[in-house]
């Protein structure tokens, strides 16, 4: 995590809180690793894998892994054995990646909510992969490049009183000002600035959805005016209307939902550093760090639950992929049911929001999704 101002005493730790964090830690560990391992498998094994939507899902997920596996994972070890036991460049390595999760997790879903604001407020602009590919190269770059700094401010280091004899992973910064400049750094990056574009982003889609609504709500009031001849293609015109507004409604939904638990996870962890680096009269005990810590760890768990509650069929092609395979592997034949899940697919695919329909004027608006 960012610099750690959480210990008054660094020789010394509160037994029961510690069990309470490992057990924390062990089950939101446990979650992030079987939710986004799912989640990729399941956009790997759809048909529609090519979507933008799912893209930029894939990326958010192996985010997620990355803080599971470089953050959550070597603190849950961390508190296991008090102590840092390793050299001084596992130490450096271990808190380089923990924050470069940090920074790809939030980038990668900042990138998701300008797509969904570009493909409501744009829909006919012109879209290219190679674009979404350099975009999602240049967040995981950033995010590399920004970390580098824990490099040099951590290391194995004696603490306490000096010839205690007690080494740990521990950060030294330039006093007084260097904590300051660093935390206030790393709050802004990570933080401030992506939750500002965020908000940005989502007051540009709420309006762009209101004009939606008020357009919908004048063509339903001029259906009732025209003329019998005209008002089958009236209807079919609103019809279609009506459907793109909650496909966009819908993706914009889940985003806006994926954006919330970012920002109700991060505010406290952000929120207690930056009060804690600027305010000499901050409380300094480690409860209120490790609550916002466990609180913050949360957020590369929730993703996978949030997805399966909007695009619910992606987990539903993975259960059906995993009763499939086994028939089909003992009667080297198609197995039925993936026919039957096949031929359901094409009779309700315009019930799956973040599928391409059959329509390009659909495809346009909805912009791949």
Known sequence: ?????????????????AKVE?????????????????????????KHSKSRMYYFMKHLSIADLVVAIFQVLPQLIWD???????????????????????????????????????????PLRSLHRRKDRFYVILSWL?????????????????????GSGVYDCWGDFVQPWGAKAYITWIS?????????????????????????????????????LTPRISKANAISRVSSVKLISKAKITTVKMTFV?????????????????????DPAAPREAMPFIISMLLASLN??????????????LFQDLRQSFVCCPTRYLK??????ERDFESSHKSNSSTYVIKSTSSQRSITQTSNT
Request: charged share 10%; net charge positive; hydrophobic share 50%.
């Open 188 to 224: 802004l990056t990570i933080y401030i600035i992506p939750v500002t574009v965020l908000s940005i982003c989502y007051g540009l889609i709420s309006f762009k959805i209101w004009q939606n609504f008020r357009l919908k709500t004048k063509r339903d009031h001029g259906i009732n």
């Open 258 to 278: 994926i954006v919330l638990a970012y920002i109700v996870c991060w505010t406290p962890f952000f929120s207690v550093q930056m009060w804690s680096a600027w």
């Open 80 to 122: 296991i054995t008090f102590r840092f036991y390793g050299p001084d460049i596992l130490c450096r390595l271990v808190k380089y990646f923990q924050v470069v999760g940090m920074f790809a997790s939030t980038y990668m879903l900042v990138l998701m909510s300008i797509d969904r604001c570009l493909a409501i407020c744009q």
């Open 332 to 337: 080297s034949a198609r197995c039925q049911c």
């Open 142 to 162: 950033m995010s590399l490049f920004f970390s580098a700094p824990q490099m040099f401010i951590f290391s194995l280091r004696e603490v306490g009183s000096e």
């Open 1 to 17: 995590m960012t610099p750690g101002l959480n210990q008054t005493n660094p020789l010394k730790r509160n037994e029961e809180v």
């Open 300 to 313: 590369s768990c929730c993703n996978p639950w949030i997805y399966m509650c909007f695009a619910g069929h």
């Open 22 to 46: 490992v057990t924390v830690l062990a089950l939101v560990l446990l979650l992030a690793l079987i939710g986004n391992l799912c989640v990729l498998l399941a956009i790997h094994t759809t």
